[in-house]
Structures are given as structure tokens and as C-alpha cells.
């Protein structure tokens, strides 16, 4: 295993380090949505966590690991929108300024989100390489800290987070399943998931237009070939190296879902659920939905992601 | 005090009866409204109880109080929609039969759910009269037991429920807002919360297209004559009897908002607080933003009393 991933003990220094700025999420059920997929579903609801999405546990994680001395520089980051809101969040809860580099084509509630936050703004084109090349370039400027949104153990850490609680309010809990973006959630939740219940069952839903992940991992080496074409703007990212790493070594298993399969979920969750979450968050619920069989009969544990939308913009 | 209104012992009977079948909801707080309103806001979210609504604790306690040989025949209401379905789910709770009389105008997506809980639609005019009459002419032909969707102590003591739960959730509240349409719920609401905590500040949420309760209050006698025109499809009945009784022997006072504020308000809870609510749930964060100076530097108890919206035709 790489040093670049966390150990379950990172994962509780995490918990310890964020418990005084994250909120202890909810888990909510419905009668309707359980008829449907005939699974017991947990809904893990990272939709209320400050910020409006998870990412706010690893960057918050981040935040407090930097000495003194590297958090007076600042933070940057890129961010298709929630990581960067959360950075901006979590580095107002130690006073220090956060740089976030966005890509075009990002949902402008999560860029409302950031200036609310006072990050600063930095605009990009969508690739890769560009949002990686403006980081760069900010940190040569102000010596700010990077802080990647998934390929960095104290982020992966943070998220992890997430399984200590779920399987603390659950623990009778059979399946997991993350949405997949860039990994730093479900390696994250693998690594500290399985640290506690080794005979979990670990699932992964990925949009099929960004499905390099599950593509990743059926060639036994990462594919960087995928140029993402999917609604789900907070997985457009490639799964990073480490990431991959770790979704391999826990035996995730990747469901691609496509945006129709996640729109209808998301309605669902919607309308049974009644919890506004972002287009992401419903990969979980249509992967449940699709994989039936997978997961029929289990209780499944399903970590919706956030609910940073634009409700002038919805997709049905 | 009438015998028609339940004491503090039935809203704790009712609490015990309802609990193998309700939801202890939870209550959900954001920063952002908070900061609007200058105020610690703590939102009872009733729209994750059974059946998407309140209505649940009422009709079940009522559907639970009955004889068996009483139940056998069966239950009948008359309801603009979340009362009907509760009274329907409740009913399947014992095995027994549910009518609802139905006035048109009614949202799809509330007569699809008594539809999906078995329960028998029986469609009328939208006048009070209309309704009464047709829950008539059902229990005659049925010997059903009537159970008034709020001018029913066995319904308000289920409702009443809530402030409860609340208090033992938040203990140090100092007001207590709910939405006010026939009333079930504001008067259980104030007889509960006001023999807990006598001091306890409690307030009204009243669509200004149907402010009957306010106008009943101001004149010292029930006003009828109102016609309602709101968008708040929950709260277009007229305030009942007893429960008039209650809102005045306990002070409730009653602030009126537009639909525009409250349906700028329904948009706050969903963007900030991620809960899907109807319409009529939002009139209490319009009536703590209008009515700022009453709750600023407070710590106010909100009930979001439903979230059965139709997503295909959302106010904005």
C-alpha cells in the first residue's frame, strides 16, 4: 500500500481534527425507495454537511494538518465547484485565505458558494491540464498549500470519515457504495470501511460518460483516455492514481449508471427521500436500482453527496 | 376549555399509541438562514415523517383510538390531500378501510399517494360545504367513523405530538412557529408546548389569501367569510372551532405572509436547507422573516409540516 493513501488511524486523527467544524450527518429511510430496489436502503445525507457537501471533511481534514507556518501562506486547490466552496469554508475556520481554481462549466450555485466563502476565484478551461497548470501557477505566486481534491491522503482521510459514522449509526450494514469522481470519497470510505468490517461489500457508481474508473480497473492500469461527458459535474474528474490504487485493493466494484438512469433517481430521491441533492449524489440510487441483483435483500448504505443546485436549472 | 380540545395526558397517550408506526423526525438547522434571520432557527422536519407529512401523528393516533368494532367499519375525511393520505396509511396501520373526500384543486402528486395507500378518493366541489356533505352521505352509506382532518381532539393530540419530540430535542427554545390552516396542528402544537413550558412564545403562520385565524382572532369570534386564495394548498380550510379556542386561550399570535414571500422562503429551505418542502411548510420561515424583530436573537422552533410537491410544477 502507498504511503500516499491513509490508514484507518489518519482516518480517526481526522475525525478527531474535523469534529469541531463538520456536522454529524443524518441517515434517512423510505419506505418507498426500500419497495423498490426490495434492499434495505441507508441514506447517508452529506447533502447537510456544512457547505452542502461532503467535501468538507477532507478539505477541513487538510486545513488543520498544515503547521502554522505553511497555513499562513494559504490554500489553492481545483474544483469543479464543492471542494473548492469547502476549502474556502474550512480555511475561514482557521483564518487563512484559499486560491480555487474552477474550470468552465461549473454549476453556478457552487461558484455563488465560493465567493460567499470568500475563496478566491481563479477561472480555467475544463481540462485537466489547465486546472493543473493555474494551481501551479498560484502556488509559485503565493506559496499557498496545495490541496488536491482527491489524490492526497489527508483528503482521502477526511472522507473516510464518512464510514466511521455511517457504520457507528448503521453497523448492521451488508454494502456500501460511494459515487466515484476523482476517488478521493471512495478509497477514502474503502480504506476505513474496510478497516472496521472486512466482509463489507464495497460498490462504486460511475456516470458511463465518465466511466474511466471502472474502465481503470477492468484494464488492471489506469486509463487517462476518457474525456468525461456526463450532467454529473462533480464527477467529471479522472480517478487518481493513489485512488485507483486503493478502489483495486478493496475489490470496489464500479457500477456505470448513464445521466438518464441518474435523473430519474434523482427525482426519486426527491420526491421519497425528499432531500435536494445535486445530479452526483443520484448515481448511488440508480446503481442500486440497476445492479438489483447485487444488492437485493442487503442493507446497503448510500452516501449522497450533496445538494449544491442550480433550482433554476433542474434536469427533469 | 371545551372538551373537544385533548390536555397535556392525550398528547402523551397519543405519543405512545402513534410510536410503533411514526417517525421520530429530526430537526435540521443552517447557517445561512440563521444569519437571514438574525436568529437560532431549528427546523422540526415533519416532511420526513410517513406519508411526506404531519398528518401521520394525528390520523394515526385517531385510526389507533378507535373500538374494534368501531374500526371495522372502517374511516372517512375529507382532506385537500396530506390528511386523506396520512388517514389512509394509518388505516392500513390496523387493516381497516379509509375514504377520503377529496375537493378539486388538489395536487396530483398528494391524490397519487392516497391512491398508492388504498385508500377510496371520493371527489368533491372545493367549498366547505361540498366536503362536508360528501363525507356525510360516505359515512351513511358505510357507517365509516368520521375523522376531522383538525377539528378533532384525537387528531389534534396526535399532532400535538410534535412539540413533544421538539422539546425534547431542542429543550431551550424560545418560541414555536407552525403554519395555521384548520388548526389541528397549531393548537396541539400550543397545548403541548404551553404545559411543558409556559413561557414558551408561540406563533402562527397564516397565508394572507386565507387569514381567517388572524381576522377570527383580531375580531374576538370566528370569521367565516373568507374565501381562500393562496397558493398554500395545506392551509385553504377555514380555522376550526375548538381549535380557535386553543390559539386564543394560548395566545398564538398569528403573522400573515404573502405566497410571494412564502414562496421565496420555500426556496430558501431547499437551496439552504436541502429539504424538499411544500408551500404551505414555508410560511413559517416567511412569517420569522417578515416578522424579524419578534424573533431576532431567539432560538425558534420551525415545524416544516410536509414536502408533497409536485416536481413537474414548482412555484417559481
Given at each position: 500500500m502507498s504511503a500516499a493513501l491513509p490508514t484507518l488511524a489518519q482516518v480517526r486523527d481526522a475525525a478527531a481534527r474535523i469534529a469541531p467544524h463538520a456536522r454529524v450527518t443524518p441517515v434517512l429511510r423510505s419506505a418507498a425507495l426500500d419497495e423498490l430496489a426490495g434492499a434495505e436502503l441507508h441514506?447517508?445525507?452529506?447533502?447537510?454537511?456544512?457547505?452542502?457537501?461532503?467535501?468538507?471533511?477532507?478539505?477541513?481534514n487538510a486545513v488543520w494538518s498544515l503547521s502554522d507556518e505553511e497555513a499562513a501562506r494559504g490554500v489553492v486547490t481545483h474544483s469543479s465547484g464543492n471542494h473548492g466552496n469547502a476549502l474556502a469554508l474550512a480555511a475561514a475556520t482557521r483564518g487563512i485565505q484559499a486560491h480555487v481554481v474552477v474550470p468552465e462549466g461549473a454549476?453556478?450555485?457552487?461558484?455563488?458558494a465560493i465567493a460567499r466563502a470568500v475563496g478566491i476565484v481563479h477561472r480555467c478551461a475544463r481540462t485537466q491540464a489547465a486546472r493543473e497548470a493555474m494551481c501551479a501557477q498560484v502556488q509559485a505566486q503565493t506559496g499557498a498549500a496545495l490541496v488536491h481534491p482527491y489524490a492526497d491522503a489527508r483528503v482521502m482521510a477526511g472522507q473516510g470519515t464518512i464510514a466511521l459514522e455511517l457504520l457507528k449509526q448503521v453497523p448492521q450494514l451488508d454494502a456500501l457504495i460511494t459515487p466515484v469522481g476523482g476517488g478521493g470519497l471512495a478509497a477514502g470510505v474503502a480504506i476505513a470501511a474496510h478497516a472496521l468490517r472486512s466482509d463489507l461489500?464495497?460498490?462504486?457508481?460511475?456516470?458511463?460518460?465518465?466511466?474511466?474508473a471502472a474502465r481503470s480497473l477492468a484494464a488492471g492500469a489506469r486509463v487517462t483516455s476518457v474525456v468525461p461527458d456526463?450532467?454529473?459535474?462533480?464527477?467529471?474528474?479522472?480517478?487518481?492514481?493513489?485512488?485507483?490504487e486503493a478502489l483495486r485493493a478493496h475489490r470496489v466494484e464500479v457500477v456505470t449508471v448513464s445521466d438518464a438512469e441518474t435523473i430519474a433517481a434523482m427525482r426519486l430521491l426527491w420526491s421519497e427521500l425528499k432531500q435536494v441533492v445535486e445530479v452526483?449524489?443520484?448515481t448511488v440510487l440508480a446503481a442500486v436500482?440497476?445492479?438489483?441483483?447485487?444488492?437485493?435483500?442487503?442493507r446497503v448504505g448510500l452516501v449522497l453527496t450533496g445538494g449544491n443546485v442550480d433550482l433554476d436549472a433542474l434536469p427533469w
Open positions: 441514506f447517508k445525507c452529506e447533502n447537510l454537511q456544512r457547505g452542502g457537501a461532503f467535501k468538507f471533511r477532507g478539505a477541513c454549476v453556478q450555485a457552487k461558484l455563488d461489500a464495497l460498490f462504486g457508481a460511475e456516470p458511463a460518460g465518465a466511466d474511466d456526463t450532467l454529473c459535474d462533480g464527477l467529471r474528474a479522472l480517478v487518481g492514481e493513489p485512488n485507483l452526483s449524489s443520484a436500482l440497476k445492479a438489483r441483483a447485487r444488492f437485493a435483500g442487503r
